[in-house]
């Protein structure tokens, strides 16, 4: 048992030192990385250990006779929970979403440190204490916060109340639904029964399975089957067309989509919304092939209102690119990102 | 066995940390071996395994070669329309680097240690301001390695990175050369210097990137530009650190190979590269109290707020630039990037910010942009089309692999248009249902179009109404009068504009065409930028996202007289808990 808190101390101690060196940017917040993907049962298991850490600490500390009170105990660790959301999780969280979890953690705190009369007790003592101001530390403190608190709280509603210019929020759907069908270049496409003309096997058949064979490796670093390579010239079916489309994407769509399809290309910074990330799992991985040519071909003008069209500078691609050029493009996206794209049924 | 596995530790620590404390012992200013201040000689790395140079070959073929290139030469399908170009590897010329001018960078296969593997350090930062990504992130620390063994080792093909014969050596020693504090009196040496070594021919009396800027070609024989100093978040080997002050001393030492930056290693001193170091970092945007500008990490460049505030002046809008309201006016940083929507679309826009300031009075609301330009462009002739018309049809670039075709091998090689600016402003959109705007490329259509009030370098300026981006501009005649252009001016490397407009009221204004600015209200904005010399003109231009301009109402009474007011109740209220506390205690109850 003591084995076991010791070593839940050193972990809370290993964790605590890493949070402190995030906080003050001597450890860049990425150091280690949660994994794109798996992000919140990581985040669950690495909070888990915290936990465990902090009991270990608790008890190692009231072991070695310098308890610390359950008052401060309850505050660090919803301290703790804040700066953790802030500074850990990468990338960051809005403020918004941040406050929420601290409210329910403060929550949670309460609920925990009032689980029984006696604790309740113990963790209202050190306010008590200063309140009857016996001791001469608690009469200073008593003094210290009638002067301070109404100076903080003061402060804090002048600071509410001057006028502000923040950014207003507007809540956009990424992924509206599509129509039935859509017309590029003259010819009605329904979308439900379309099919990409180019997800074919070396025969020149469509064959979803011999293309999934082929798409890239799954996780971070997503790269080629070996001996799978587009650019090798003897390649016919697929792999050709993942070229072609290839070429395309970066004559075309890097630019704000990014060399790794991720969203972050040369001109991307500058627009709001910014471009869509395609290796997200929440983007061309959730959706069909079919919805990929619609808003490809019809850009951002395209969106029904509910997807902000007068804010995207997504070019209806039909403009530029030919129906085979687009397929191709789409084959690439799903090649480079190694996604499956999702099947109507 | 642990213990001697730790002890083993141990001892190899001690004896690394001894070695690194010889070394440094020995290190003395002016190098015994005739070397340069700073640097020191190093060895040539092994060469990375077979396996490992086959691992990277797949990294390639999925990652890069889209801009490098099958053979490394930097013409893949991505190259033909980016400047600056994609590094060809063929000649092995690497820009960044910790050796000497000339020499290969530094790669060690089994080694990513910061300061010690410029190529691995290149491949995980990117390099801003060009399209080369950071590859943290996306690509394991092992992948990159492979890939860079495959690059050194398969496509650098003139030169060989272990060839001992022919391949040497000299490392600036960046990290033992203990910085000189950026003072006053640094900075100020720092600039007498770039003037007698002569870094202003290039970069400009003001660091903006502007001297000389038509005739600097790489080895290539592309075109390419010197650094703007007052974007540091824009320098190739800013490694995501844009104000570290090292990575200019880095690049100072070091040259960059294969553009005509030559290494000043020769004939400065460590203390002079300092402050020149020093003096080029302090021209680098800074807020108004001097500070580095928050940098956003996954775009490497300073971080956006969308809401162009205004100030309000009682009296005349000053036209003075130095003036007390001006400078108190908070300075907005607007992200630019190319239109490449429709025809022709502008895949290379060499205005990547713009700077915006406002205030405002009772009658009129002025603009001050600010924007680096390297060249002043007044059109030569007339434009061959009137400057309503938005469907203009000049023919867009091909994306031809070759250097005569290329957006690259073009580059200054274009019909001098004027440069201009254009502020664009919805019309009526207290109309549309929130978050509902017109388009943000010349409005949706006649129910809810814009009003954009464009200059330009010849001194004009004009206002347009835009419905829709497939319909021509219909210029607004009798809006001259109530414009005013109150400044106009390109100094060193630098647009300073001054557009007063009219706030508009239904009594004089025309609602179907003026926007109406009102004090509080989120207005919608959007900026659209030309530079004259890169074919700028009709829809080629740079464009910025949906800003907001935010009239800051003055501030009321309340907000002084109710924070002291809440201020005297928590007084009350702490001292009615206190004596309720006592009173308790002494067993009283109320």
Known sequence: ?345 | MMDSITQKAGIAAVAAFGVVLVSSAGYSSVSAQGLPEGFKKGDLAPEPSAEMIEAGKRVYFTKCVWCHGVDGAGDGPGADRLWPRPRNFNQGTFKIRHTASGELPLFDAKKPIPGQNDLFETVTHGLPGSAMPSWEGILTEEQRLQVLAFVTTQLVKDRKFTDKQSETQTVLQLAEIKAKPATDESKKRGSELVVEKKCVECHGMEGRGDGNAFNLKDDWGFSIQPADWHKCWNFRGSRQDPYNVGNIFRTFSTGVNGTPMPSFADNTTVDERWDIANFVNSLCERDALGNPLPIDPLTDKPKINFVVPSDLVEGEIPTDMEHEAWKKAPKRYVAMGGQITHKPRNFVNRIDDIWVRSLYNDKSIVYLLEWDDRTKSVAEGKLPWAPTQVNIDIKEQEPKTGEGESIAAHQNNYTVYNDAIAIETAVKWKELPAPIKPRYLFGTNDQFPVDIVKWEADGSLRAFKGTGWDKDFEERDNYEESMKLLKGEWKDGRWYVMIQRPLGNKKDQDYDEDTFFEMGQYIPTVFFAWDGHNGDAGRKMAVSAFFYTFMNPPIPRETYIYPAVIAVGVVLLEGWVLTRRANKKKGKTL
Not at chain 1, 21 to 40: A, H, K, Q
Not at chain 1, 69 to 95: H, N, S, T
């Open chain 1, 1 to 345: 048992m003591k084995a076991l808190m010791s070593l839940g101390a050193l972990i809370g101690v290993a964790g605590l030192l890493l949070l402190g060196g995030m906080i003050f940017d001597v450890i860049p917040s990425n150091t280690v990385r949660l994994v794109e993907g798996y992000m919140p049962m990581q985040m669950l298991f690495e909070f888990a250990c915290f936990v465990a850490g902090f009991a270990g600490l608790s008890y190692m500390m009231s072991a070695m006779g310098m308890a610390l009170p359950r008052f401060w105990q309850g505050i660090g660790f919803w301290a703790f929970v804040l700066l953790y959301l802030k500074f850990r999780v990468y990338p960051p969280i809005p403020f918004s979403v941040r406050a929420m979890y601290g409210t329910v953690s403060l929550v949670a705190v309460f609920m925990w440190v009032s689980a029984s009369e006696e604790d309740w007790k113990k963790f209202k003592q050190p306010i008590m204490n200063v309140l009857d101001a016996q001791t001469g530390m608690n009469r200073l403190l008593r003094y210290a916060y009638l002067v301070i608190l109404p100076i903080l709280i003061g402060g804090f509603s002048y600071n509410v109340m001057m006028p502000k210019s923040e950014e207003p929020i507007e809540l956009r759907t990424v992924h509206p639904a599509p129509p039935a069908s859509t017309k590029v270049h003259g010819k009605t496409y329904t979308l439900q029964t379309s099919q990409n003309p180019y997800r074919v096997n070396q025969e020149g058949k469509y064959d979803q399975e011999y293309t999934n064979a082929n798409i890239v490796e799954q996780g971070m670093g997503r790269l080629m089957k070996p001996n799978a390579n587009p650019w090798d010239d003897k390649n016919q079916g697929y792999l050709k067309y993942v070229r072609e489309g290839g070429e395309i994407f970066f004559q075309n769509c890097h630019f704000c989509h990014g060399d790794n399809l991720n969203g972050r290309g040369l001109h991307a910074f500058a627009f709001n919304p910014i471009p869509a990330n395609f290796t997200d799992p929440g983007t061309i991985a959730q959706l069909q092939e079919t919805f990929i040519f619609w808003r490809v071909s019809k850009g951002g003008i395209g969106l029904p209102n509910e997807g902000f069209p007068w804010a995207s500078v997504m070019p209806p691609w039909e403009q530029h690119l030919t129906v085979d050029e687009i397929w191709k493009v789409i084959l690439f996206e799903y090649w480079h990102t190694g996604y499956y794209p999702r099947t109507w049924d």
